[in-house]
């Protein structure tokens, strides 16, 4: 805007008082011709009488030449004595400056012109407007008087100095409030000097343009961005809830809150929504105000909203509904809530505003979130609703898949347990304990598995393993693998050649399955046997981390061992190793999950849990405790099994062994030293028994077996006959016919015995049977 050209002054004659040299130069005439004249007179065309009362308008005047020149007219009234106008200082533009004038007044953006003391001298009618008052009411003021904003006078002045200095434009964003406006804008303003036709700076022009609207469509953009980063970060549902609220609260609304329908917290198929009372549980709800008084419900309770309400019909109806202070759904709201808060903490004022917008994910309705504004000066409008829509919809997926995740989790979880031996069976080669801990992370229940299998002769089996993978189904082939792995070791078969087994079997279940890749059905597994006669642990790894070896009174070491490939590679092989331990030994069996994390140095680990197993402890279970409390300190990341095996051993007094020459007349010997023995153990009952089975087992060796021969009895949990020989041909059971000589005497000790089997020795073979001890 170009600054005032000409000035007159007129007074309420019309005679002409004063000539500025502004006037001089556009009209040519000099102030001694024109002072003291009637306006009129200079004017080429006439004016009509209520020109000046108008403010504003056009006149064309008579240059001193002769020539005729179109001017914009601007008056403004000079009151006299007792408030009586005295005249009008008239302003007089250039031709064109009518256009220019039209166009600031019209504009629908507030401008405004001051000067270098920080007065107003115009005001378009959008500025008034904001400001609440007319022109007259402001020019000549400062700036300073009509704004209460400190810190938006503060901005103002600074930025009307970098003008000033630099005669540079400046722009800029500020929040202020107007006497006409309810609540702060965001005001976009410019600043640019005003200048005389020979430079010099007469004032500083401003036009500020409200862009509110913009503002905030940002910041619901920027908290939709947010809310992709800062909702769902966890697969918990009460946890994404909070987050929802957390970022709703300040920014969105003064208090919020999520409640849930009950489904969604357990396990049950979703329902219909209901079309009358809708019962809900509160899981989340966060205030601005200290001490939450918006929070009438407690977190976990249940509270029922009638149909009328806003929380219902925005379930009912699927969309957003908003709601303000007065409407017949904000009151019942209000009602409800007061009846349900704590004495002393009724919503009285303040609360004007509310949205409630119903979280669906999938087609499938989950609950609802309701916003409250008090402090927050504006009504939720229709872009509110849009914006609450698409949060509450993104929101309600992360719910969504939260709650797939607990109940798929559970699911596994329930599985794992049933899969997992529930009571270890009794025997007396170690004493055991165990632990099984759940993976805590996003990626689910995994596959570690453990078990203890009673073997022939008083062995027993140890074994842990490790199914790649999460989920379900990790969990049902590590099922398939531990009921594979308890078949083999009822065949007796040696450690190294039991995982040759399990390989294969692995192999053969990733191919079967369509669509698995091998690596997928992959599995890491360590067995071990520990025979308490010889005292002898023979183990063999596939893929698995070497068990610990706590000696009694020394440090814990692990078993030099090497591990064979991952099941389900194939093809390659497995070697056995075999250490002698002294009894009363403890065998630490685990999972990889003890050791290996991310967050966690593997070797740091391995010495941790070198030093909690040498630990004192009163019992296994303790020592297990302790274990995971010096290894684990936080959640594990993976899933662990822990197994701990403290040996024990057989004495000679419990054992006793004749080897046997190969004659059929030996047979009578060893039976009649075999019910000796048996009665020297107080075992009178089972003698006769013992002494049939010795009788038909040495047969059978001497008759279809090789040299040498040994008959060995065990007094363990049971009455244990094994009769070994160097063949490795092993006898089956059969039915003989009527008229058959032989063929009977399997069967017999069969129907004698407890059970029976045979295992391959590296000499040959042994058949073994086992009779229950008689009650004490």
């Keep these: 805007m170009k600054p005032v050209a000409a000035v007159a002054v007129i007074d309420v004659q019309g005679r002409v008082t004063g000539w500025s040299e502004g006037a001089r130069l556009l009209t040519g005439h000099p102030a001694g011709d024109v002072v003291g004249r009637r306006a009129a007179e200079l004017l080429a065309a006439a004016v009509p009488a209520d020109a000046l009362a108008a403010r504003t308008g056009t006149a064309v005047l008579r240059h001193r030449d002769g020539h005729r020149i179109e001017l914009c007219l601007t008056a403004h009234p000079v009151d006299g004595a007792e408030g009586r106008p005295?005249?009008?200082?008239?302003?007089?533009?250039?031709?064109?400056?009518?256009?220019?004038?039209?166009?600031?007044?019209?504009?629908?953006?507030?401008?405004?012109?001051?000067?270098?003391?920080?007065?107003?001298?115009?005001?378009?009618?959008?500025?008034?407007?904001?400001?609440?008052?007319?022109?007259?009411?402001?020019?000549g003021r400062f700036f300073p008087d009509t704004v209460a904003d400190a810190e938006y006078h503060r901005g103002f002045l600074r930025h009307l100095r970098e003008v000033v200095e630099t005669g540079r434009p400046v722009r800029y964003e500020a929040f202020a409030g107007a006497p006409a406006l309810n609540r702060e804008h965001l005001w976009s303003l410019e600043m640019w000097p005003l200048r005389t036709d020979?430079?010099?700076?007469?004032?500083?022009?401003?036009?500020?343009?409200?862009?509110?609207?913009?503002?905030?469509?940002?910041?619901?953009?920027?908290?939709?961005?947010?809310?992709?980063?800062?909702?769902?970060?966890?697969?918990?549902?009460?946890?994404?809830?909070?987050?929802?609220?957390?970022?709703?609260?300040?920014?969105?609304?003064?208090?919020?809150?999520?409640?849930?329908?009950?489904?969604?917290?357990?396990?049950?198929?979703?329902?219909?929504?209901?079309n009358g009372d809708v019962e809900l549980r509160r899981v989340a709800h966060g205030s601005t105000r200290p001490g939450n008084p918006g929070a009438a419900?407690?977190?976990?309770?249940?509270?029922?909203?009638?149909?009328?309400?806003?929380?219902?019909?925005?379930?009912?109806?699927?969309?957003?509904?908003?709601?303000?202070?007065?409407?017949?759904e904000f009151v019942q709201w209000l009602a409800e809530r007061n009846a349900r808060s704590p004495e002393g903490r009724p919503y009285r004022q303040g609360v004007h505003s509310l949205i409630a917008v119903p979280l669906l994910a999938r087609g499938t309705t989950l609950g609802v979130a309701v916003c409250v504004r008090m402090a927050h000066p504006d009504d939720y409008g229709p872009d509110d609703a849009v914006f609450a829509e698409e949060l509450a919809s993104r929101a309600a997926v992360c719910i969504d898949n939260a709650r797939r995740f607990t109940r798929e989790r559970a699911t596994a979880l329930a599985l794992q347990h049933s899969l997992l031996p529930r009571g270890l069976p009794g025997q007396a080669a170690v004493e055991v304990a165990h632990r099984y801990l759940p993976c805590g992370s996003l990626a689910g229940i995994g596959g570690d598995w453990f078990d203890v299998i009673p073997l022939s002769g008083g062995r027993v089996g140890l074994v842990v393993g490790d199914v790649v993978g999460h989920g379900i189904q990790s969990s049902a082939t590590m099922g398939r693998l531990r009921t594979a792995v308890r078949t083999l070791a009822d065949v007796d078969l040696p450690p190294d050649e039991l995982l040759t087994h399990l390989d294969d079997l692995v192999t053969h279940l990733a191919s079967d399955d369509s669509g698995e890749e091998v690596a997928e059905l992959g599995a890491t597994c360590l067995y071990a046997v520990y025979d308490p006669i010889s005292r002898r642990l023979t183990l063999a790894a596939a893929g698995h981390p070497a068990p610990a070896v706590v000696l009694p009174g020394d440090r814990a070491e692990f078993v030099p061992m090497t591990a064979g490939p991952p099941l389900g590679v194939g093809g390659l092989p497995f070697e056995a190793a075999e250490v002698e331990l002294p009894e009363g030994s403890v065998v630490a069996l685990y999972t990889d999950g003890l050791v290996e994390d991310r967050d966690r140095d593997r070797d740091s680990a391995v010495d941790d849990l070198r030093r909690a197993l040498t630990?004192?402890?009163?019992?296994?279970?303790?020592?297990?405790?302790?274990?995971?409390?010096?290894?684990m300190p936080g959640q594990p990341g993976d899933d662990v099994a822990l197994l701990l095996a403290r040996t024990r051993a057989l004495g000679a007094d419990r054992v006793a062994t004749w080897d046997v020459p190969p004659d059929p007349a030996e047979v009578a010997v060893v039976r009649q030293a075999a019910g000796e023995r048996v009665t020297a153990w107080g075992l009178e009952e089972s003698?006769?028994?013992?002494?049939?089975?010795?009788?038909?087992?040495?047969?059978?060796?001497?008759?279809?077996?090789e040299p040498p021969i040994q008959l060995r009895l065990i007094r363990d949990r049971a009455l244990i006959c094994e009769v070994s020989d160097a063949s490795s041909t092993s006898p089956h059971l059969r039915r003989a016919h009527v008229y058959d000589e032989g063929g009977r005497g399997l069967l017999l000790v069969a129907q004698l015995t407890q059970r029976w089997g045979s295992r391959q020795t590296g000499a040959g073979k042994t058949i073994w049977a086992e009779q229950p001890l008689p009650d004490p």
Excluded at 128 to 135: A, H, I, Q, S, Y
Excluded at 248 to 274: C, I, K, N
């Design 86 to 139: 005295a005249g009008f200082v008239v302003t007089v533009d250039p031709p064109g400056a009518a256009l220019a004038a039209q166009a600031f007044e019209q504009a629908s953006m507030s401008m405004s012109v001051f000067d270098l003391q920080q007065r107003y001298l115009r005001l378009n009618d959008a500025a008034c407007k904001v400001m609440g008052v007319p022109e007259a009411a402001l020019t």
């Design 198 to 274: 020979s430079g010099e700076l007469t004032g500083v022009a401003m036009a500020a343009f409200d862009s509110s609207e913009q503002y905030w469509a940002r910041r619901r953009l920027a908290l939709l961005n947010e809310a992709s980063a800062g909702i769902g970060t966890t697969l918990d549902v009460v946890r994404t809830a909070e987050e929802l609220v957390d970022l709703l609260v300040p920014r969105y609304a003064d208090f919020a809150s999520v409640d849930l329908l009950d489904w969604v917290l357990g396990a049950d198929e979703p329902p219909m929504v209901p």
């Design 687 to 705: 003698a006769f028994i013992t002494e049939l089975v010795v009788s038909e087992l040495v047969t059978n060796a001497i008759r279809y077996g």
């Design 297 to 328: 419900v407690p977190i976990g309770d249940t509270h029922v909203h009638e149909p009328p309400s806003a929380p219902a019909r925005a379930l009912r109806e699927g969309r957003a509904v908003l709601s303000q202070a007065g409407e017949p």
């Design 615 to 631: 630990a004192s402890a009163d019992s296994l279970d303790a020592l297990c405790d302790s274990v995971l409390k010096a290894v």
